[in-house]
């Protein structure tokens, strides 16, 4: 038992050792990383993200004593719900918002095709069955862009509802909350991206002296 003790007392020992050896070492994969992050971070564009949040499709049309019955028999406003974000994310729906505000030139791309797939990454559509609301994001680095955007896409669903005539909700959906120009950006996160650099250096320095001790020990037993 004291020689299991000892040995364990003496692995403490070299452990702390080694830390203390390669304690800059282990300080600069942290700081240098961050650091770094820091400057990218600071360079790269600004994007600025607005919201739009509307009733999900049919809630305000279902008779009010039986919303939940409504729900679990005929689950139409999962149903319109999901109707409402094909056509929030449809080809349609891109084409007249690049339209609308001249995204071609806006983006600086080669052509429609491009722009449409960029601004397709750009927008964001989350809808809560709990609370049977739909909230449509979109980025841009311009705030006032991304609010009318996301304005612009609400007010265009019942044109394109009335013109296929999908449903025949008047209007398709209710606006809880105007998108309103950001006042802050959403990204770069600077201290969120200099963490995550800094932890990350520092874990891989703790790897290498890991596999350091480990050729040591075994370059050790060799020479015995």
Known sequence: MEANN????????????????????LLSAFFVPAVITMGVSLLW??????????????????????????FRLTNQATVLSRLLVSIVKSDRMLDEIIKEFDLVKVFKKKDEYSTRIYLYNLIKVRYSEESSVITISVSTRSPTLSADI??????????INEELGLTSLRPMVKVID??????????????????????????LALFALYIKSVYGFFLEKRSQ
């Not at 000892?6 to 070492?25: F, H, P, Q």
């Not at 996301?150 to 669903?157: C, P, Q, R, S």
């Not at 105007?178 to 874990?203: E, T």
């Open 6 to 25: 000892t040995g364990k007392e003496m692995d403490i020992i070299v452990v702390w050792r080694s830390l203390w050896e390669w304690r800059y070492r």
């Open 45 to 70: 564009p600004k994007t600025y993200t607005a919201k739009v949040t509307v009733i999900s499709p049919g809630f305000n049309q279902m008779p009010v004593g039986s919303v939940p019955l409504a």
């Open 150 to 159: 996301a304005n612009f896409i609400v007010e265009n669903l019942d044109n």
């Open 178 to 203: 105007k998108a309103r120009p950001p006042k802050k950006k959403s990204s770069p996160r600077i201290k969120f991206n200099m963490a995550v650099a800094g932890i990350s250096g520092f874990l």
